[in-house]
């Protein structure tokens, strides 16, 4: 089956970095992929859609500038997280879409910010 | 509208047949999908129903009515493993530009 991979699992990191997540389709060619966030006991909300070589369409409510979506290749996309503060501590999971519209999910990227 | 809703927690016993409902506004969905979470992963993806009727794949079964804005995941002989989140998610959109908008999920637990 399809695999998708995230990097890294999980980060900390003090309030004011950045961090920067990889997700990577790893044996398939996605041009579309999908970044959502999850709190805890509580579904995945979409952040971001993110085609291959055009900028990221974000959902209502969502900081274009603090959440950077770039879309490189067919099989990476990242998401950075800039100036991160506590409330941005999340789950974060990027999603890839093969034709034929199923979306895989890869395995999350835990991020906590002290 | 997009609204998915489903039940939040549901408790069955093992062995036994479950079935988790999810009803959504009918506006703009072309097809529905469940996906199984375990705590602290990602989800994986159980079925995806874009037809009315039902769709069977071993343990697990999933049944939709486009009319009347209805889904259902029947879980079979139920295993301890299959303690989990079962989220039901619309496809929104065209095929190439679509997203899939979420449910906040049901929490199964399977006792012995």
């Known amino acids: 089956g399809a695999v998708v991979s995230q990097h890294p699992s999980w980060v900390i990191c003090k309030s004011g970095t950045s961090v920067k997540i990889e997700c990577r389709s790893l044996d398939f060619q996605a041009t579309t992929m999908f970044w959502y966030r999850q709190f805890p006991k509580q579904s995945l909300m979409l952040m971001a859609t993110?085609?291959?070589?055009?900028?990221?369409?974000?959902e209502q409510g969502v900081e274009k500038d603090k959440f950077l979506i770039n879309h490189a290749s067919l099989t990476l996309s990242t998401l950075t997280v800039t100036s991160a503060h506590p409330e941005d501590s999340s789950f974060y999971i990027c999603?890839?879409?093969?034709?034929?519209?199923?979306?895989?999910f890869g395995p999350g990227t835990r991020l906590t910010v002290l | 509208g997009q609204n998915i809703d489903q039940p939040t927690e549901m408790t069955a016993t093992e062995g036994a047949i479950v079935q988790i409902n999810c009803t959504y506004q009918?506006?703009?969905?072309?097809?529905l999908f469940w996906y199984q979470q375990h705590a602290g992963e990602a989800p994986t993806f159980l079925s995806y129903?874009?037809?009315?009727g039902l769709e069977e794949k071993g343990r697990f079964s999933s049944f939709l009515s486009r009319s009347k804005g209805y889904s259902y995941l029947l879980l079979k002989e139920l295993q301890m493993k299959d303690s989990a989140s079962y989220l039901c998610?619309?496809?929104?959109?065209?095929?190439?530009?679509?997203?899939?908008?979420f449910g906040q999920g049901t929490t199964l637990q399977v006792k012995p």
């Open positions: 009918t506006s703009g969905f072309n097809g």
């Open positions: 129903n874009v037809l009315d």
């Open positions: 993110s085609n291959e070589g055009s900028k990221a369409t974000y």
């Open positions: 998610a619309g496809f929104h959109g065209s095929s190439n530009t679509g997203k899939l908008i």
């Open positions: 999603s890839a879409r093969t034709v034929g519209d199923t979306q895989y």
